[in-house]
């Protein structure tokens, strides 16, 4: 079993910037990639960002390309995304998602086999 835990969100204006952290524990030595998703009201979860657990490799929704940045801290098992520039359409619940098998699509929300409780933002002036 893996858990993950989201940290950071919160109430910001359009063009702020805001830091969210995913601390992964149990088998972290499982964990082959983390993704990012979002979810906004009357929407469908849609992926954010991936990261590649050992070898860093990321990938982005062209959405947030440019803007955001994922990365991860192997020695403390913990995921970053750090959210530049921020518009109110990136006002969602934000939830971080462990992979273990690394056999599907990172931005597929079905290749990820464990996910956080999720952690609001919103960005409105």
């Known amino acids: 079993q893996v858990q993950l835990v989201e940290s950071g969100g919160g109430l910001v204006q359009p063009g702020d910037s805001l830091r969210l952290s995913c601390t992964v524990s149990?088998?972290?030595?499982?964990?082959?990639?983390m993704g990012w998703f979002r979810q906004a009201p009357g929407k469908e979860r849609e992926f954010v960002a991936a990261?590649?657990?050992?070898?860093?490799?990321?990938a982005y929704a062209d959405s947030v390309k440019g803007r955001f940045t994922v990365s991860r801290d192997n020695t403390k098992n913990t995921v970053t995304l750090q959210m530049n520039e921020l518009t109110p359409e990136d006002t969602a619940v934000y939830s971080c998602?462990?992979?273990?098998?690394?056999?599907?699509?990172?931005?597929?929300?079905?290749?990820?086999?464990?996910w956080g409780q999720g952690t609001q933002v919103t960005v409105s002036s």
């Open positions: 998602a462990a992979d273990v098998t690394h056999l599907g699509a990172a931005t597929r929300a079905v290749t990820y086999d464990y």
């Open positions: 149990g088998r972290t030595f499982d964990v082959r990639r």
């Open positions: 990261i590649a657990w050992l070898l860093g490799g990321t």
